[in-house]
């Protein structure tokens, strides 16, 4: 079992940012590919980044290209994500997922995924 709690979500301003992180504990990190997901009022949950068990590759939605990064630390056991230049429609509740592989680059669908956080909210506000 791997679990999983995210931290950093709040209330923002058009425009600001916040740095979301997700610290895992249970099982080897490293081995994990993960993945921060975000579900909209009324939407469905939808991949917004994820990145691979050694951190070489990143994926990001269109969405969010060029505005969010994904990292993570291996040796804290934390994956993040930094997000600038927000938008209203970036207001959703926020996931950390894992997935249990070493592949090279992290695979995107959420089925994949077999451990998620709680979520924590982003508001942004217009």
């Known amino acids: 079992q791997v679990q999983l709690v995210e931290s950093g979500g709040g209330l923002v301003q058009a425009g600001g940012s916040l740095r979301l992180s997700c610290a ?4 080897t990190f490293s081995n994990y590919a993960m993945a921060w997901f975000r579900q909209a009022p009324g939407k469905e949950r939808d991949l917004v980044a994820a990145i ?8 990001y939605a269109n969405s969010v290209k060029g505005r969010f990064t994904i990292s993570r630390d291996n040796a804290k056991n934390t994956v ?18 894992a997935d249990y592989s070493r592949v090279v680059t992290a695979r995107l669908a959420e089925r994949k995924y077999d451990y998620w956080g709680q979520g924590t909210q982003v508001t942004v506000s217009s």
């Open 80 to 97: 993040y994500l930094q997000m600038n230049s927000l938008k209203a429609e970036d207001t959703a509740v926020y996931y950390c997922a």
């Open 24 to 27: 895992a504990s249970g099982r």
């Open 52 to 59: 691979s068990w050694s951190g070489g590759t990143q994926y």
